[in-house]
């Protein structure tokens, strides 16, 4: 399996919502992303997951919150977004980087509009 | 700092016809370096990556791209455009310290016209 799945696809919310956005990958990757896209611009790092330990913060404003419950699954919840938050949101994955260089596997994306 | 500069942000082909996207690179040590893909409403699929192995490398669906230190390029090429190309492209180099940051390129659209 080299598919990192995203849920779910579209995600409308008013800005007083609590949503969590889900990524999920069983190719054994110890390293996991979160990314922001917006229209016409390239994806914004936002988090890094090492080992489920979070890794880098790109000084995300705290209504989003991640979580990695286990190796497999990132969560990204998310309360009191603001209409900039409209964006699509992206997840990856890597095999750990202290094996050499390694390709990030990107998912399909959640597309979500803030009301 | 590790950057990419993609030199196009539109190039416009004839299915059938080369393709030539271009990028350079500038990094302070042999960089690892990526080209992924983006079809409109979806993720990003990655199409090859350099890491200080062969130069010339091939990637999926008939794409290479070739490292070229001499002039910090990494040209991304396709003998024959098909209208299922038509895409955005992201050059992407790797931060080699830590965790390996992505740092993207600007995108270029590959527009393909029958």
């Known amino acids: 399996d080299t598919e990192v799945t995203q849920t779910p696809k579209h995600l409308v919310m008013g800005m007083t919502n609590k949503k969590s956005l889900k990524c999920e990958q069983h190719?054994?990757?110890?390293?996991m992303y979160w990314y922001k896209q917006k229209a016409k611009k390239p994806p914004e790092l936002m988090f890094v997951y090492s080992y489920e330990k979070l890794s880098i913060n790109e000084s995300v404003p705290s209504r989003f919150s991640p979580e990695c419950p286990n190796s497999s699954l990132l969560n990204l919840h998310l309360h009191a977004l603001q209409p900039e938050d409209s964006a699509l949101y992206l997840c990856?994955?890597?095999?750990?980087?202290?094996?050499?260089?390694?390709?990030?596997?990107f998912g399909p994306g959640t597309r979500l509009t803030v009301l | 700092a590790q950057s990419v500069t993609q030199l196009d942000s539109h190039v416009s082909v004839s299915e059938g016809t080369p393709v030539l996207l271009r990028c350079n690179y500038s990094?302070?040590?042999?960089?690892?370096l990526f080209w992924y893909v983006q079809h409109p409403n979806k993720g990003l699929q990655l199409l090859l990556k350099?890491?200080?192995?062969?130069?010339l490398v091939k990637g999926i669906n008939g794409f290479e791209a070739e490292f070229k230190k001499s002039e910090t390029s990494f040209h991304l090429t396709k003998p024959s455009a098909h209208m299922s190309d038509a895409a955005e492209y992201f050059c992407v180099v790797s931060d080699s310290t830590g965790f390996q940051k992505l740092v993207f390129g600007t995108g270029t659209r590959l527009l393909v016209s029958p």
């Open positions: 350099y890491t200080s192995a062969a130069t």
């Open positions: 990094s302070s040590y042999s960089p690892s």
């Open positions: 990856a994955s890597s095999q750990d980087w202290t094996t050499g260089v390694n390709e990030q596997f």
């Open positions: 190719m054994g990757h110890r390293a």
